[in-house]
């Protein structure tokens, strides 16, 4: 059993900086990767930003420059630093990992957060 907690959301002024946090918990053998992903009210879940095993990033292009992945491998946990926040990154932020469970495992179980709500007025 793996479980997703993110902290970290709240209200915030345009122009404003959060820091969003994910921590996986439970049964981890590797992490594959660990992402970010966003709701929007009557939109669909966008992309926001990953981070690989090895360090790789991928920043949408919505965010890049404003927005900052980075995560602590020991404790299995990925950040989210958001900077010059505006309304339109009003979202619930999700996070989700692909991981292995076992060194025998061959396929990676994605699982995903509940979410945590951002909110950034004007």
């Known amino acids: 059993q793996v479980h997703l907690v993110e902290s970290g959301g709240g209200l915030v002024q345009a122009g404003g900086s959060q820091r969003l946090s994910c921590a996986a918990s439970?049964?981890?053998?590797?992490?594959?990767?660990m992402a970010w992903y966003r709701q929007a009210p009557g939109k669909q879940r966008e992309f926001v930003a990953t981070?690989?095993?090895?360090?790789?990033?991928n920043i949408a292009d919505s965010v890049k420059g404003r927005f900052t992945i980075s995560k602590d491998n020991a404790k299995n946990t990925v950040y989210l630093q958001m900077n010059s926040l505006k309304p339109e990154d009003t979202a619930v932020y999700y996070c989700?990992?692909?991981?292995?469970?076992?060194?025998?495992?061959?396929?990676?179980?994605?699982?995903w957060g509940q979410g945590t709500q951002v909110t950034v007025s004007s």
């Open positions: 439970g049964n981890i053998f590797r992490i594959n990767y």
């Open positions: 989700t990992t692909a991981l292995l469970s076992s060194h025998s495992q061959r396929v990676a179980n994605v699982y």
């Open positions: 981070m690989t095993d090895g360090g790789g990033t």
